[in-house]
Structures are given as structure tokens and as C-alpha cells.
Nanobody
Framework: QAQLEESGGGLVQAGGSLRLSCAAS????????MAWFRQAPEEEREFVAS????????VYADAVKGRFTISRDNAKNTLYLQMNSLKPEDAALYYC????????????????WGQGTQVTISS
């Protein structure tokens, strides 16, 4: 069973950058497609970006395309999300997750969620 732990969140000014990490334990990380989701208060969990297990294909939400980059290091069992040009609307609790179902963008296709890391943007 996989366990995920996100880190790297914090308070940053609009226009700034943050790099999130997701440390995974368990045997499935290196063979699993992964994704980042985010959830703001009173909002639904929202797809941010995904990456295949080989790291050779990525998908991004339109809202973050060109600003965020998802990557992974299978040797370190770690998933990353580099976030640049941050906007106030990027503020949320960010989660990493392992994909178990067919849909890349639906949170319902994902199992093994971390506890999340908070990103706060000051304008």
C-alpha cells in the first residue's frame, strides 16, 4: 500500500514560485501514473497536472499550463510540482495521488492520497 507525503507549501507573493514535493513509500510508485490536485475552501477538488509512470507524458489543467511543471524522480520515489508566476487563485491545499482508474482528470480515478500541503498567495 502506498503512502504519500506532500511538502513545500507556504506563503508566497503573487508572481513568486514554489516547488512542491510528494514523497512516496510502497512498491507501486515507480510503476504508477501520478497527479497533483488542489482544493480551495468550499470548492471541489481540482485537477492540476498528471504524469505517466515513465515521466514521458504530462497533462495540465488549462489554468496552470505554461506556469506549472510536473516531474518525478523514480529513483527517489518523489513527485514534484514546480509552480511559477503564482496567482491569488492558485491558493489551495495541494495533494498528490496515485492513479488507479481510467480518467486522468477526475479525482475519482485516484487512490492513495497524501494529507496535502497548503499554498497561500499574498497579493
Amino acid at each position: 500500500q502506498a503512502q504519500l507525503e506532500e511538502s513545500g507549501g507556504g506563503l508566497v507573493q503573487a508572481g513568486g514560485s514554489l516547488r512542491l514535493s510528494c514523497a512516496a513509500s510502497g512498491p507501486t510508485f515507480s510503476s504508477s501514473d501520478m497527479a497533483w490536485f488542489r482544493q480551495a475552501p468550499e470548492e471541489e477538488r481540482e485537477f492540476v497536472a498528471s504524469i505517466t509512470w515513465r515521466g514521458d507524458s504530462t497533462v495540465y489543467a488549462d489554468a496552470v499550463k505554461g506556469r506549472f511543471t510536473i516531474s518525478r524522480d523514480n529513483a527517489k520515489n518523489t513527485l514534484y510540482l514546480q509552480m511559477n508566476s503564482l496567482k491569488p487563485e492558485d491558493a489551495a491545499l495541494y495533494y498528490c495521488a496515485v492513479r488507479k482508474g481510467p480518467s486522468v482528470r477526475s479525482w475519482r480515478s485516484y487512490g492513495y492520497w497524501g494529507q496535502g500541503t497548503q499554498v497561500t498567495i499574498s497579493s
